[in-house]
C-alpha cells in the first residue's frame, strides 16, 4: 500500500473523502485521524504525525471531514455531531471491509473528538488507544468518555483554550488509564497567541509525547 485516496457517502448524501496510506501491504496497527472541522489534516500537528508513523510498519486512515462546505452552515449544532459520528463510522466500516488489524489507535482533534468518543462504544474497538487533542470537555457526553474509559489514553489541552475549565479537567486527571498534559498559555489550536516561537517549541512538546506514547503503548516494531 502507498495511498488510497477514495470516500463514501455519508450524512444526508454528502460525499466523505478520506485517505488511507502505509510503507507495507499489510499491518498490525490501524491509526485513525479524525481531524478538526479548522484543523485539517494537513495542520501542524497532523502533518508532522503523518511523517512520524508513516515510517513504522503501521497504516493511517486520515477522515477528510468536509464539514467546510457551505451544505453545512445551515445545519444546526446537534446535526453536525450527527454528521461527525456517521460520517466516521461509515468511513471506518468501508475500509474494515477490505482490511483487519489487531491494534487499532485514534487521534482526534476538536470535533473529531466526538467521532471518536462513539467510536470507543463499539465492540471492535473495546482494547483502541486514544490521542486526545482539544477534547471538547465542554460537552458532558465526551468529558464522560474519557474521564471513565479504560482504554489508555493521552489527553492534550491548553489552559488557554476557550473549552478549558479546571473543574472538568481535575475529572480527566482522575483517571488512571489516561495521561493528561495541559499546555500552559496554549489556544484551541494548541498554540501560543503572544509568542510565535513558543509555537514550535508546543508543537515539537506534543509531537514527541504522541510518539512516546505510541511506542510505549500500542506500535509494533517488528
Known amino acids: 500500500m502507498k ?57 493511517i486512515l486520515e477522515v477528510n471531514f468536509p464539514y467546510k462546505d457551505e451544505f453545512y452552515d445551515d ?11 456517521t460520517d466516521a463510522k461509515t468511513v471506518i466500516d468501508k475500509v474494515l471491509e477490505s482490511h483487519s488489524y489487531e491494534n487499532y489507535i485514534f487521534i482526534g482533534k476538536s470535533i473529531g ?18 490521542v486526545w ?6 460537552r458532558t457526553e465526551i468529558l464522560n468518555v474519557i474521564s471513565e474509559t479504560s482504554n489508555k489514553g493521552l489527553c492534550i489541552l491548553g489552559d488557554k483554550d476557550k473549552i478549558y475549565s479546571e473543574k472538568r479537567w481535575g475529572i480527566i486527571e482522575k483517571n488512571q488509564h489516561i495521561t493528561a498534559r495541559l499546555i500552559p498559555n496554549a489556544n484551541h489550536r494548541l498554540e501560543d497567541d503572544k509568542d510565535f516561537y513558543k509555537s514550535f517549541d508546543i508543537l515539537k512538546s506534543i509531537i514527541t509525547d504522541i510518539e512516546d506514547f505510541l511506542l510505549r503503548e500500542v506500535i509494533s516494531n517488528e
Not at 445545519?75 to 459520528?85: G, R
Not at 473528538?113 to 486514544?130: P, Q, V, Y
Open 113 to 130: 473528538t466526538i467521532a471518536m468518543s462513539s467510536e470507543l462504544n463499539r465492540k471492535i474497538f473495546k482494547r483502541a488507544k486514544g
Open 75 to 85: 445545519l444546526s449544532q446537534e446535526d453536525l455531531y450527527k454528521a461527525v459520528i
Open 3 to 59: 495511498y488510497i485516496n477514495s470516500s463514501v457517502t455519508g450524512f444526508k448524501g454528502m460525499k466523505i473523502p478520506y485517505t488511507m496510506h502505509g510503507r507495507t501491504d499489510c499491518a498490525k496497527d490501524l491509526v485513525i485521524f479524525f481531524p478538526g472541522s479548522n484543523y485539517t489534516v494537513n495542520s501542524p500537528i497532523f502533518h508532522f504525525l503523518g511523517e512520524m508513523i508513516f515510517k513504522q510498519s503501521v497504516h
Open 133 to 138: 487533542l482539544t477534547p471538547l470537555i465542554n
